[in-house]
């Protein structure tokens, strides 16, 4: 084989390259020519030579760079064919242009679907009336006059319908008329429709958001595809929109709103305002239904501000449990006579105040801490602020600009300052979770330690406050909301809303506060109804221990088994000192107390 | 030796052509076999982006709570019913000279939640108790 293909070399006659039809002088140019050693022409061959064989080799060179090229890009790639192949093919392109939003536990609350456009080459239709009789046909909900008019104008884009559903794009299809056109489009759908209307808010027909978190967070939507998880619990949503929504019904309220708030990190499990809407149809909505009374409703709390002058008191103001106010005569102040409404005509102690909810034992008590320091205490709670919530409807506090001491007095309970229901569940879980105030979200937080808050109280009055709760349900005004187990507590407030300059006693806005279990305070829940009727259940009383406090309690039983709380046998009530502080009373006590706070 | 080469860069030449052709119609194969899959992932993506929504749609709780109210009997869980294995009583154990009457067995009788519960094995031996109280699932909790 190798001697076939490469035969054994033939001796002969010394050649160069081109000897054979070099023109040797005097010789035959058909022999070959024969040079003589050290002639001008050996030496003028001899540099030919030397070129040819340096040209030869510099093209071998080069060929042989070339080849390895070839080798190097088509064999191996260049280490670049993966990246090459993946900028040719756009892997994994987004399905729709805007993120969905999920709850907690991953279900779709808002997302984008695709869908198909219906539009019109006018230019290209024949006969107008025609066309749009027979599109009217299949799609009847386009006014004939519209269609007509649409596809008589001439130009060149028209929209004759959006969001057309697959067997509608048939129909339209299959009439085959000329100029009728699809474009794709993509269309915002909530899937849970109007049972989180108030968290997720709305877009316009373009997708933009237009209110809640589609419009606060419209460009990381817009942007980034992926998943904007919220903090809501869609179960716990579902169980407190339904308990309210009873309870509207039930007691003919106006309006309500409900909120179930984790009391360690500050997630928001459940937000409702009713009445509601569906997001799809926002712009049908009436302005009523679209207004978030959680987050952007001012009201005045009434009683339920309690909560947070008791908390002064202790914290503050420096008082023990066992210290108390004279509330046998109305407080004269101003002009007014502030009066109690469950009125115990004697000396009451902290605990007492709380408990039958006194107005005059809570004045005395703000009158002797003092305005400034009230103040001081409610901004330290973030209740003078505007809510800081991922919300464009986070509403502002309303409350006097010279702060007056009858202001302190009524602001000691719950009345001459608005705040947001949202205000008040945030500020009241702090009082229970160990004194640290947490902003409150709608956004999930990773799972490990909860967020770094402020601390506005100190764990002993955080004791004390969950310990004051807890008797508030077992032994006051808000034994309705108790859960055997669960061991709530919370705090009725039953405001007067507010009419011009003064007040109607008939439209009454109560409302309870309450966190469980009170042992170590897991979630902070809220329940208020605007203007509920009384009944003859209720003995004709439209106050918040006939409605909120069991609508709120109604809640609880059925969120807490979804929250995996453990219902727990009862403790054996507060420590033996706050019980013998209320059966006391101890009249020596009362006006001493007013004049110099002990420290 | 000049043929002899020629003939092998002839042969080199036709192999590499007939394998670059080879190699076109090959590639031209993978690239379609591609944009069918790429087309196909696209197409399932969608359908599953879709089917996540119907399925949330379909999913709503209140829709759900229709549904159960009129085929099921369940309702919500409350707290009443909820205990750790811990809280659970154990059985008391008869004395040995009372022939213990086989009365119905509830949990929680006398409220509106009573649980029937089975009923007990016909005695056989006198220590069927006895074996009763050890099969519980934390044996150390059992008492005599």
């Not at chain 1, 509601?276 to 009434?302: C, I, K, Q």
Request: glycine share 10%.
């Amino acid at each position: 084989m190798s001697a076939c293909l490469f035969p054994p070399r033939r001796r002969g006659q010394f050649l160069y390259p081109g000897d054979e039809i070099r023109d040797v002088p005097g010789r035959d140019p058909r022999q070959a020519a024969r040079v003589a050693l050290d002639s001008p022409t050996k030496a003028a061959i001899e540099v030919g030579r030397t070129r040819l064989a340096v040209t030869a080799g510099v093209f071998v060179i080069a060929f042989l760079v070339i080849a390895v090229r070839l080798v190097n890009l088509m064999a191996l790639s260049d280490g670049r064919a993966h990246e090459t192949a993946d900028a040719a093919l756009p892997a994994a392109q987004a399905v729709v242009q805007r993120g969905d939003v999920l709850d907690r536990n991953g279900v779709v609350l808002a997302t984008n679907l695709p869908t198909v456009n219906l539009y019109a080459d006018a230019r290209q239709v024949h006969d107008p009336d025609d066309t749009a009789a027979r599109l009217v046909s299949v799609l009847p909900d386009i006014p004939f006059e519209t269609a007509r008019a649409r596809l008589a104008s001439g130009r060149s884009f028209v929209y004759l319908r959006r969001n057309l559903t697959p067997r509608e794009q048939d129909l339209v299809n299959r009439l085959g008329l000329p100029g009728l056109e699809f474009e794709a489009a993509e269309r915002r759908v909530f899937p849970q429709g109007r049972l989180a209307a108030h968290v997720l808010g709305a877009t316009d027909v373009d997708n933009r958001g237009i209110a809640g978190i589609e419009r606060a967070f419209d460009d990381r939507l817009g942007t980034d595809n992926r998943p904007l998880r919220l903090s809501l619990d869609i179960r716990v949503q579902h169980a407190v929109r339904e308990v309210l929504a009873e309870a509207v019904d039930r007691f003919q309220a106006l309006a309500g709103a409900a909120m179930v708030m984790d009391a360690r990190t500050g997630e928001l499990l459940a937000l409702v305002s009713l009445p509601d809407y569906e997001p799809e149809r926002f712009g049908a909505a009436p302005s009523e239904a679209r207004f978030n009374r959680a987050t952007l409703g001012v009201y005045e709390m009434g009683s339920t501000f309690k909560l947070v002058n008791t908390a002064l008191g202790l914290e503050v103001g420096g008082y023990r449990l066992t210290d108390g106010f004279d509330a046998s005569h109305p407080l004269r102040m101003a002009g007014f006579r502030i009066k109690d409404f469950h009125a115990q005509g004697r000396w009451l102690s902290i605990p007492e105040i709380l408990v039958h909810s006194s107005n005059i034992g809570s004045g005395k008590m703000a009158l002797s801490v003092g305005g400034e320091r009230q103040k001081a205490f409610l901004d330290r709670l973030g209740l003078l602020s505007p809510v800081s919530i991922e919300l464009p409807e986070a509403g502002v506090p309303l409350y006097p600009e010279t702060w007056r001491p009858i202001n302190t007095v009524t602001i000691s309970y719950g009345h001459g300052i608005a705040v947001t229901p949202l205000h008040l569940v945030t500020a009241t879980a702090a009082l229970v979770n160990g004194g640290v105030l947490r902003a409150p979200t709608l956004l999930r937080r990773g799972s490990g330690a909860p967020p770094g808050g402020r601390r506005v109280l100190s764990v002993e009055t955080s004791d004390k406050m969950r310990q004051l709760m807890r008797m508030v349900v077992e032994e006051g005004t808000g034994g309705k909301a108790d859960v055997p187990g669960y061991l709530v507590g919370g705090k009725t407030g039953t405001a007067e809303k507010a009419n011009g300059g003064g007040y109607r006693a008939k439209a009454l806005l109560p409302s309870f506060v309450a966190a469980f279990p009170m042992d170590a305070p897991r979630y902070v829940v809220l329940a208020m109804l605007d203007e509920p009727k009384g009944l003859p259940e209720t003995h004709g009383f439209a106050t918040a221990g006939w409605n909120a406090a069991p609508t709120a309690g109604a809640i609880i039983a059925r969120v807490a088994p979804l929250l995996g709380v453990t219902p727990r046998p009862a403790i054996d009530g507060p420590p033996d000192g706050v019980r013998l502080a209320v059966a006391g009373g101890g009249p020596g006590l009362g006006e001493g107390a007013i004049g110099g706070p002990p420290r | 030796m000049i043929r002899g080469i020629a003939i092998v860069w002839g042969g080199l030449v036709l192999a590499l052509a007939t394998g670059l052709f080879l190699l076109k119609y090959e590639v031209i194969a993978l690239e379609d076999d591609l944009a069918a899959l790429t087309g196909a992932i696209a197409a399932d993506r969608e359908a599953i982006h879709v089917l996540r929504a119907e399925w949330s749609y379909l999913s709503e709780p209140a829709y759900l709570e229709r549904l159960v109210g009129s085929h099921l009997d369940l309702v919500p869980v409350g707290p009443e019913r909820m205990t750790t294995l811990a809280a659970l009583p154990f059985r008391p154990v008869a004395r040995p000279d009372a022939p213990a009457p086989l009365a119905p067995r509830v949990l929680n009788p006398g409220q509106v939640d009573a649980i029937p519960l089975p009923g007990r094995k016909p005695m056989t031996a006198p220590r069927p108790l006895a074996t009763l109280v050890t099969l519980p699932l934390h044996p150390s909790r059992g008492r005599p």
